[in-house]
């Protein structure tokens, strides 16, 4: 009897262990994902209702901008119903590959140039060229600035429309209350980096209760880039194969960095920091910062604390204060069956009227010659500045293995012992820096 | 009577059908969710996928590229494993010190219990902030208890030299009054009364009756909490993810961690797919090394 129950269990056992192995590896297995198409144009415009589940990624801002042109979208286009699938920032391009994986990719998308995002999408099949959905709905690419274009144009193909964009870490933020305490003047364009230290210095009071200049070294990449730019040199070479921090001009751009935290005393240390950067910043810890547009948006949390404004970078000894477009696009995604409607879509966020609303919000506006000189948005001083240096703005460069995120978390690790004093700006430990970027630029593609 | 067949009876059969139904949802719960997922990952180790288009088998490159290449994974293991050894040790013998205190009979011994047990239902997240807070240079409670005795706190989290220590400081309050030391209580209480008194009546002090009465008795106890500490130190990520991003300058960027960046900042998949059958085999050796290790020190009263 035993045996004849052991005999049961085992092919009982054996029959749905194989069914469920079987189940489970089918289950895993990765969907083929289509190849790029070359735009959908060829798609004809569908006559029913249809829906666009168009993915985003989550900032106050921007769900605040979808949440109000959804509405008007769906009225303007009664045949298109629009649903917002949106995810936190961090987990978003996970979130998009493990719906490329599971083959439940919606029909647009937000991608970046930032972290060659946009650069990922392309290379993982999510996203699909609109040069051809831009032909067949004769849109002026002139509207937006040719920078941005450039920037999420990959391989000669256009892969989606500016939505915001800025003009890198190439603003200083100034407690207006504070230098006016200090007696001193306020930074103007053209300003240079000896009369930043100087003013910085002048911002470091002795009880370490305020510094005077903060730079992004939270992204330190960034910074990098700007700074490099304003000694006339660039972090990456033209074909964005080799890493430049080492060069002469890099040695001395690195040691200015080194000097403000170090030398002149005049930027907190890390364990003089007192929570986030943004922070110190509203919090009236810091005489100057350096940041990007979006860093308005602390404007609201400053309130009365202080004055603040905004200066473009100081001039370094390159004769420019550096700058870096930096662009977010909305994207038609590979997996659409609706690329005209998800392109209307995509068009209407980032027509004049979605960036201006942007900048309403707060924050980074459109990437548009006539959202950044919008009289809506002029009537803020800051956005003038922010319209001066966004007209000049240098071109952007990313890795030419698209391993820019790599790239930028190995430099951001990199860099910190020079920070907390761990280390000097030695020809040596630059060119350590640099071969260890340099390894991560070797690689191939993704 | 039921007629029998070479299954069984009737009624033998239909109890082993309802029987294989009710683990059903378990076994293919373990079998989709578990096993698959394992032999695919196995698969994609040895391809270069980065999620979306076909999986390109480059067969043992990964592995090689880990152990020859890789520029962060030996530092990495090496720094998970001081992490584990040292947390492991503190962590057993703090909870097993917790255990003893707490299995003494004392006025309000329950709410003892549950103070000591409250950290560790702290989520995560609010613990790597709360932490982080506390472990501030500048204006955390930390140093500033310090410097009211004269000494001057490091940087803590931002100190290249102090982060890992810190990592563990927070994961031994977080751990030492938790499941281990329920654990740890529940073996306490196991030990008979009867052997402590025989003991002391031959003339063996405390530490003797404790060396070789409670801690023999309570070895395979102690064999367990290590095991599970081991794998579960070996797998430190949250915090550090959290409170260090694995700064400063990778001082804290544990193996899993290195494995989480690959899949999901830089998304590759094949390669982190290896990094995480490295992990396993290396959490398999470790633990038949202690199992075998066992015999040597683990007393099992009824073996």
Redesign the interface.
């Given at each position: 009897?035993a045996t004849?129950?052991t005999?049961?269990?085992r092919s009982?056992l054996r029959a749905?262990?194989m069914a469920?192995?079987g189940?489970?590896?089918a289950?895993?297995?990765?969907v083929?994902?289509a190849a790029p198409a070359a735009g959908g144009a060829a798609a004809a415009p569908s006559t029913d209702k249809v829906q666009i589940r168009f993915h985003a990624r989550i900032g106050a801002q921007e769900d605040a901008l979808y949440d109000m042109q959804i509405p008007k979208f769906m009225e303007a286009h009664p045949n298109i119903e629009v649903v917002k699938e949106s995810f936190p920032g961090a987990?978003y391009?996970?979130k998009i590959?493990?719906m490329?994986?599971g083959g439940t990719l919606g029909d647009s998308c937000w991608s970046a140039l930032g972290g060659a995002t946009i650069q990922?999408a392309w290379?993982?099949?999510?996203i699909t060229p609109v040069d051809d959905l831009v032909a067949s709905n004769n849109v002026d690419l002139k509207q937006w600035y040719e920078g941005c274009l450039k920037g999420i144009t990959v391989d000669g193909k256009l892969l989606g429309l500016p939505f915001k964009s800025h003009p890198g870490l190439a603003v200083i933020y100034y407690n207006e209350t504070a230098i006016e305490a200090a007696g001193k003047e306020v930074p103007k364009a053209g300003w240079t980096q000896e009369q930043q230290v100087e003013l910085a210095k002048a911002l470091t009071t002795a009880d370490g209760k305020q510094f005077g200049y903060l730079p992004g070294i939270t992204n330190i990449w960034k910074t990098c880039v700007t700074l490099l730019r304003s000694y006339g040199e660039q972090l990456l070479s033209e074909d964005a194969t080799k890493f430049q921090l080492n060069s002469e001009k890099g040695m001395q751009a690195v040691t200015f960095l080194y000097d403000l935290f170090q030398t002149h005393k005049v930027a907190p240390k890390?364990?003089?920091?007192?929570?986030a950067d943004t922070e110190m910043w509203s919090n009236g810890l810091l005489g100057m910062y350096q940041g990007g547009t979006s860093v308005s948006v602390f404007g609201k949390t400053i309130g009365d604390k202080f004055k603040w404004m905004v200066a473009p970078n100081a001039i370094g000894p390159g004769g420019v204060g550096g700058s870096d477009y930096e662009v977010d696009a909305h994207c038609v995604t590979t997996a659409t069956k609706h690329p005209n409607e998800a392109f209307e879509w995509v068009q209407f966020l980032c027509s004049k009227d979605s960036g201006i609303q942007l900048g309403l919000i707060g924050g980074t506006v459109g990437g548009r010659p006539d959202v950044y000189g919008a009289p809506e948005l002029l009537k803020f001083p800051f956005r003038v500045v922010f319209k001066e240096i966004m007209d000049n703005a240098q071109a952007s460069r990313i890795t030419a293995n698209w391993?820019q995120?790599?790239a930028e978390?190995a430099l951001?690790?990199?860099m910190?012992?020079l920070w907390?004093g761990?280390e000097k700006p030695t020809q040596a430990f630059v060119d350590g820096v640099t071969s260890?970027i340099q390894?991560i630029l070797n690689k191939p593609k993704? | 009577m039921s007629k029998?067949?070479?299954?069984?009876t009737r009624i033998?059969?239909l109890e082993?059908i309802e029987g294989?139904l009710w683990i059903?949802p378990w076994?293919?719960g373990f079998?989709?969710?578990s096993?698959?997922?394992m032999?695919?990952s196995l698969y994609l180790s040895l391809t270069k996928?980065?999620?979306?288009?076909?999986?390109e088998w480059i067969g043992l490159a990964n592995y090689k590229e880990a152990f020859t290449v890789d520029?962060l994974f030996w530092p990495s293991l090496g720094r998970t494993a001081y992490f584990s050894i040292a947390s492991v040790v503190l962590g057993v013998i703090l909870s097993l010190l917790a255990a003893m205190l707490l299995n003494q009979n004392m006025k309000g011994r329950n709410i003892f219990r549950a103070l000591f047990y409250l950290p560790s239902l702290t989520p995560i997240v609010a613990l790597a902030i709360l932490w982080g807070w506390l472990l501030?240079?500048?204006?955390g409670l930390v140093n500033y208890l310090l410097s009211m005795i004269g000494i001057q706190g490091p940087?803590w989290l931002?100190?290249?030299t102090w982060a890992v220590p810190s990592i563990i400081l927070i994961s031994l309050w977080s751990s030492v009054g938790g499941g281990r030391m329920i654990i740890f209580l529940a073996g306490l209480q196991g030990v008979p009364k009867e052997l402590h008194e025989a003991a002391e009546i031959d003339g063996a002090n405390a530490y003797h009756r404790f060396r070789h009465i409670t801690i023999a008795l309570i070895s395979p106890v102690i064999l367990f909490n290590v095991l599970l500490g081991i794998i579960g130190s070996f797998s430190v990520f949250s915090v550090a993810y959290i409170a260090t991003s694995?700064?400063?300058?990778?001082a804290t960027?544990f193996f899993m961690l290195h494995l989480y960046?690959n899949a999901?900042?830089?998304?590759?998949m094949g390669y982190a797919s290896a990094l995480a059958w490295i992990f396993f085999v290396i959490i398999c050796i470790l633990s038949y090394l202690q199992i075998k290790l066992s015999n040597r020190w683990v007393y099992y009263e009824f073996s």
């Open positions: 009897m004849q129950q005999m049961t269990r009982f749905t262990s469920s192995v189940l489970a590896l289950a895993c297995a990765p083929p994902v987990e391009n996970a590959s493990t490329v994986a990922f290379s993982q099949g999510t890390p364990d003089q920091m007192v929570g391993r995120s790599e978390a951001l690790q990199l910190q012992p907390a761990n260890q390894d993704p | 029998s067949s070479r299954f069984g033998q059969r082993a294989y059903s076994v293919i079998l989709v969710f096993l698959g997922p032999v695919a996928y980065k999620i979306g288009g076909t999986p520029k501030n240079p500048k204006l940087g931002v100190d290249q694995g700064g400063p300058n990778y960027w960046y999901f900042s830089y998304f590759q």
